[in-house]
């Protein structure tokens, strides 16, 4: 059993030699390196044979060397931390300070936004004020017209009148004059007001509408990247959340799909694994489903998978002139012929129709967008639980074409409609 260690005293070496060893009441003059453990000359034959011994005087010398390095590099250490602190203190006014500049820039800049936004909206309040004066005075003139008109032939009816109680003799003096003026004012009968007086109003609030529409996808984008700058680098894009850009990007959420041949009307043709469906009335849809899951009438059909997974991205590609890309839930109506069965005509789907223009529709109201089709190869883009879904045509670049919102509450099946002579097929991703 070691020794305890007895308190050493640091005031002198006297002081040690003083000090005995509680075994062999003789003075601790050695140091035993290995143990750490100051120890007599007995110890060191004893308990400590073999060990690293030295003397007390000259191991003190040694320890209070490290000790003194020890505390030099501790006050370096401390010196460069407090530096560090005051920096660091520093750092944090000046992002305070920073910060609420950059809030006053901002606001300043976003204000002049605004303003700009007013300003051009008062231009639109004073052309649909013009509008309004333009149409109201063609009307107005109109209707002046039609009631002079009006007056007229009230009083040449009130001629007529009198005319037929006279004699026959100035019957017949006066009905010749009296006749060219009636068939004049039936020959020329007023026309009334022509073409619709509220048309233009319908042109200003579909412009409105779709520059709304690009003004909020425009800032939903921007300030998704500005949200983002500042922030550490990484390596995907699913790391900070970020919309894909590239196909390459969008291709880390493709899903598979194949179409569903029991929901098939009887003139769509499936075929090449479930990827492709092509209008062929001449050719019968042998699965016939007709109490159950078939579209009856509405020349469409859905996939197999019902999508409801954070992200889910697929490509189709068209032959044809006329088709509807849409997402359905399954419950859609299948059986009825009225135009609420259609894809993007109930509350039920979402379409984007593609013909000589794209257009999107829900709940039978429908979007034109601007843009001709290009591209035969179209990209959609779901969103579930945040509850979008865009559209997109795909080339060497993504286009983007437009994005609809909703609240999805049940998965959704992919689903097309086929003119005739049109075709598409999944593509494999």
Known sequence: MQAPKRPRSSANTEESRDALCWRHNKPLVYYCC????????????????????????????????????????TQEILQKQEKEERDMEKALELIKKEANITKDYCECVLAG????????????????????????????????????????????????????????????????????????????AFQGVTGDPLHSFGITKRAVKQLGSKLNEFCRKEFASISQTGLPEVNTVSDLNLEPNTRAEFLQYACSLSLDHRTAHRDLEISTGDKVVRLSPQTVNTSVYRDSEQFLHRKQVLCREGLHAERCYYEVEIRGDKVEIALAYKGIDRKSRMTPSAFGANAKSWSLDRSTHYSVSHRGDSIQLTTPPTQKKIGVYLKFREGTVSFYEVSDTMKFLYKMEAQFTEPLYPGFWLSEGCCIRICDL
């Not at 100051?38 to 110890?43: L, S």
């Not at 909206?121 to 002046?144: F, G, K, N």
Request: aromatic share 2%; hydrophobic share 35%; glycine share 2%.
């Open 34 to 73: 290995t143990d750490e453990q100051v120890v007599c000359a007995e110890c060191t034959t004893a308990t400590h044979s073999g060990h690293n011994i030295g003397l007390v005087k000259e191991e003190r010398r040694i320890k209070e060397a490290e000790l003194r390095c020890i505390q030099e590099k």
């Open 113 to 188: 936004v605004i303003d700009s936004l007013q300003r051009h909206y008062q231009t639109v309040r004073e052309r649909i004020e013009a509008q309004e004066e333009a149409a109201a005075s063609e009307v107005q003139t109109s209707l002046l017209t039609l009631r002079r008109r009006m007056k007229e032939m009230k009083e040449r009816n009130a001629e007529l009148n009198c005319l037929a109680q006279t004699d026959d003799a100035n019957f017949l003096q006066r009905w010749p004059s009296l006749a060219r003026l009636c068939n004049e004012d039936h020959l020329h």
